[in-house]
Structure formats: structure tokens, C-alpha cells
């Protein structure tokens, strides 16, 4: 009789460990539909662009998630922390790279170019992105940081006809995942609108 009681106890005790944690929600972010379209500064198309082809956005290995990051300043800058419940729908470098399309799309009358297709473009625009993190001064106040380095080429002879980096900071609205996303967007778009300026000035005459 002992024996069958241990083995019930034994039984009870190892259906409490199978049992499902309780699941947390997530909240997962873009950058917004149409975003770029209704809200964002526009220019003037350019004349001067017959083809520009941009390429997928690269990153660095710690980037190439859909984690959304942040750092301690005020203890251990170095280190990077991620935010459990809250993160991107797809990698940053994707998400902006779809974005940086969709703005010289507006402005240039649809003359970009994916990777994807066959068509040869006459320019190559390359962006890396090398920050796109959130930075805690104090427990209660952050900002966020966004850096690109993009260089223009010239496919046919391979000429490097420009190299340029570009760099922002925004201070957070909340110092949250929520804060974050919402500084980081509108960094990112800050720097998309100076590399259409940029674009603009750097691509040669037709």
C-alpha cells in the first residue's frame, strides 16, 4: 500500500512539472503601414535618376534579429540588453530597408530597383547599418541612436562616386520598449530624409 501511494505522489509531482507556463504577450512593432506617404517631408523628384538600384541593408551580427536592444549607460555601457516582451517584426536592416525603397520610391517616379529582379540599374546605393539601439542615462531617461554608412557606385565602370555616413540621436518619449520603438522610428526617417537630400545631390546629370 505504501509502494502504490509513493508511486501516486511520484506521479503528481511529475505532472506539475509538464505543465504550461503561462504565456506573456508580445507586442511586436514595424515601422508603420503608409507611414512614409502621409506624414513624412517630401521632395521634389529628382530629375537626374534613370536607375538606382538599393540593395539589402547590412548589419552587424547583433543586429540580425528581431530583438529591440538597450544599453545601461550609467552601468555598464558595453553590454547589451533585450527587452522580453517586446520585439521587431522582422530585423531592423529589413524593416528599414524596405522603408528607405518605399521613400526614393516617392520621390524619384518608381525608378528603383530590387535585388530580386533582373534589370540592371545604372547606379548601386549600399547601406550599412552600424547603430540602432536605445541608451539608458538613468533609470527613468533614454534616448536612441541610429547610425548609417551608405555609399553610391556607378555599376557599369564600378566608380565609387560618393561615401557617406550618417548619424542621429532623439531622446526617447518613455523610457520603454514602447519609447524606444517610437524614438526609433522617427530617427530612422530623420536619416532616410537626408539620404534622399543626399541622393539627390550626389547622383550625376542625365
Not at 32 to 58: C, H, M, N, R, Y
Not at 92 to 113: C, G, K, M, S, Y
Not at 117 to 124: C, L, N, P, S
Request: aromatic share 8%; charged share 15%; hydrophobic share 40%.
Amino acid at each position: 500500500m505504501k509502494k502504490i501511494l509513493f508511486s501516486i505522489g511520484i506521479l503528481l509531482l511529475s505532472g506539475c512539472t509538464v505543465l504550461p507556463s503561462p504565456k506573456t504577450n508580445s507586442a511586436i512593432y514595424d515601422f508603420g503601414a503608409q507611414q512614409s506617404q502621409q506624414t513624412l517631408k517630401t521632395f521634389s523628384p529628382p530629375d537626374k535618376i534613370k536607375s538606382l538600384q538599393v540593395t539589402e541593408i547590412s548589419s552587424p551580427a547583433w543586429l540580425n534579429n528581431t530583438t529591440i536592444h538597450y544599453r545601461l549607460a550609467y552601468h555598464n555601457p558595453a553590454q547589451f540588453h533585450a527587452y522580453a516582451n517586446s520585439r521587431w517584426a522582422a530585423a531592423p536592416a529589413i524593416l528599414l530597408t524596405q522603408q528607405v525603397r518605399n521613400r526614393i520610391v516617392a520621390n524619384t517616379h518608381d525608378q528603383v530597383i530590387n535585388d530580386n529582379i533582373t534589370a540592371r540599374a545604372e547606379y548601386v546605393l549600399y547601406i550599412e547599418l552600424i547603430e540602432f539601439s536605445q541608451v539608458f542615462d538613468t533609470t527613468d531617461a533614454s534616448y536612441v541612436t541610429v547610425s548609417l554608412r551608405t555609399s553610391l557606385v556607378e555599376r557599369n565602370s564600378r566608380k565609387l562616386l560618393a561615401q557617406k555616413s550618417f548619424h542621429t540621436k532623439i531622446d526617447t518619449p518613455t523610457a520603454n520598449a514602447t519609447g524606444a520603438v517610437s524614438a526609433l522610428i522617427s530617427a530612422s526617417n530623420q536619416l532616410i530624409d537626408e539620404l534622399i537630400e543626399w541622393l539627390a545631390q550626389e547622383l550625376p546629370q542625365s
